[in-house]
């Protein structure tokens, strides 16, 4: 039985998170997460004070990166993540440890130490795959390839809103810089940069909501799927 892949790359901010496990639920599909493991690779890092020293110590970190306890229990309420048993899934949220994770995710080595794992999430009957690079490194054979973007400032937007709705006060001016510096890290690094695999389907979400990218996905999944 073939197993369909749907991989769907962009920045951060773009949607892609909520379009990916929407979209695994509508085609009874696995979903990964991949940023959720860079974000537990930081976390992780981050309790053994080895995140300054990640060059210094890469070999120990190499080993922790293999060797991650993580576990993905899904719920009604959503996905809960455990890491070496604790209930972690609001803390790798938070924009601080989506700074372990960008950090973690400029070193070659520890990407490769993640590649089998994300590799093993693809099964039968499918996977939505969400990322960076899903569709240009880890599945470059996925059927359908999508890359979700959106202008910085509307995603910083979308980021003030629900840090608001969280009740975090919040400058747009310093998410507006964060976002940036995000962006500039992740696509302009030496491996595996955030970039559109040359046979994806792009989508610019500034202007549309969640269904309206939601509908334009699932038009595009549905035609690929019938080939
Ligand atoms: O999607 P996210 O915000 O949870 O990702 C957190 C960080 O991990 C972000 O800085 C980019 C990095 N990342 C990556 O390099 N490759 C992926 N496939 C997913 C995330």
Same mark, same amino acid.
């Given at each position: 039985?073939?197993?369909?892949?749907?991989?769907?790359?962009?920045?951060?901010?773009?949607?892609?998170?909520?379009?990916?496990?929407? /979209?695994?639920?509508?085609?009874?599909?696995?979903?990964?997460?991949?940023?959720?493991?860079?974000?537990?690779?930081?976390?992780?890092?981050?309790?053994?004070?080895?995140?300054?020293?990640?060059?210094?110590?890469?070999?120990?970190?190499?080993?922790?990166?293999?060797?991650?306890?993580?576990?993905?229990? +899904?719920?009604?309420?959503?996905?809960?993540?455990?890491?070496?048993?604790?209930?972690?899934?609001?803390?790798?949220?938070?924009?601080?440890?989506?700074?372990?994770?960008?950090?973690?995710?400029?070193?070659?080595?520890?990407?490769?130490? /993640?590649?089998?794992?994300?590799?093993?999430?693809?099964?039968?009957?499918?996977?939505?795959?969400?990322?960076?690079? +899903?569709?240009?490194?880890?599945?470059?054979?996925?059927?359908?390839?999508?890359?979700?973007?959106?202008?910085?400032?509307?995603?910083?937007?979308?980021?003030?809103?629900?840090?608001?709705?969280?009740?975090?006060?919040?400058?747009?001016?310093?998410? /507006?810089?964060?976002?940036?510096?995000?962006?500039?890290?992740?696509?302009?690094?030496?491996?595996?940069?955030?970039?559109?695999?040359?046979?994806?389907?792009?989508?610019?979400?500034?202007?549309?909501?969640?269904?309206?990218?939601?509908?334009?996905?699932?038009?595009?999944?549905?035609?690929?799927?019938?080939?």
């Amino acid at each position: 039985m073939t197993i369909h892949i749907i991989t769907i790359d962009g920045p951060s901010g773009s949607g892609k998170g909520t379009l990916a496990a929407k /979209l695994a639920q509508h085609y009874h599909f696995h979903l990964l997460d991949s940023g959720a493991l860079y974000r537990l690779l930081g976390l992780s890092l981050h309790k053994r004070g080895l995140l300054d020293e990640l060059e210094q110590q890469l070999a120990q970190c190499v080993e922790i990166a293999l060797n991650l306890n993580i576990k993905f229990e +899904m719920t009604q309420n959503g996905t809960i993540v455990l890491l070496d048993g604790e209930d972690v899934s609001q803390t790798i949220r938070t924009e601080r440890v989506g700074e372990y994770a960008s950090k973690v995710a400029a070193i070659p080595q520890l990407r490769t130490a /993640l590649f089998e794992r994300q590799r093993a999430f693809a099964q039968a009957p499918g996977l939505v795959a969400d990322g960076r690079d +899903m569709a240009t490194t880890i599945f470059p054979e996925a059927q359908t390839k999508i890359y979700l973007t959106a202008s910085a400032e509307s995603r910083a937007g979308r980021r003030v809103k629900q840090l608001q709705g969280m009740g975090v006060d919040v400058k747009m001016g310093d998410i /507006l810089a964060n976002i940036q510096a995000r962006d500039k890290r992740d696509m302009e690094r030496a491996v595996a940069p955030l970039k559109p695999a040359p046979d994806a389907y792009q989508i610019d979400s500034s202007d549309l909501n969640i269904d309206q990218v939601f509908a334009l996905m699932v038009n595009y999944i549905d035609a690929q799927l019938a080939k």
